[in-house]
C-alpha cells in the first residue's frame, strides 16, 4: 500500500510468502491495527523508521521476530514496542509453520 486509503486492517494468504511493506505510507497522527495471517511459509512486515509500533509476532512451529527480538520452536511469539515520532502502527503477525517477523525499515 501506497496510503492510508490502501491499507487494509487484514492481510491472509494460505502458502507461501507474503512481504507487506508500509514504508511509503505517512501515518502522522494516526494510528492503525494491522493483522497478518499465514498458514504456511514466510510472512514479513516493514514498518516505517519514525513510526510508533506495537508487534506481536507468533509462530506454530518456526521463528518469530519483532523488532530485533527472536525466538524460535513450537507455539512460539513475540512482543515488542518501540516510540517514534511518527504515527502508531499496530501490527499483529500469525503463521502457522514457517516465520514471522516485523521490522524496520532500513
Known amino acids: 500500500p501506497l496510503s492510508l486509503d490502501e491499507l487494509l ?3 491472509s494468504l494460505g502458502i507461501g510468502d507474503l512481504t507487506l511493506d508500509l514504508t511509503r505510507i505517512d501515518l502522522a497522527g494516526t494510528s ?18 519514525n513510526a510508533s509500533v506495537e508487534a506481536r ?11 530485533g527480538r527472536q525466538q524460535n520452536g513450537l507455539g512460539t ?11 502508531m502502527l499496530r ?13 524496520r525499515a532500513r
Request: charged share 20%; glycine share 20%.
Open 9 to 11: 486492517s487484514d492481510y
Open 32 to 49: 492503525r491495527d494491522v493483522a497478518v495471517h499465514l498458514g504456511v511459509g514466510e510472512a514479513i512486515v516493514i514498518v516505517p523508521a
Open 57 to 67: 509476532g507468533e509462530v506454530g512451529v518456526g521463528e518469530v521476530g519483532a523488532l
Open 77 to 87: 511469539s513475540v512482543t515488542a514496542r518501540e516510540e517514534g515520532a511518527g504515527g
Open 91 to 103: 501490527i499483529s503477525v500469525k503463521v502457522g509453520i514457517g516465520s514471522a517477523t516485523v521490522r
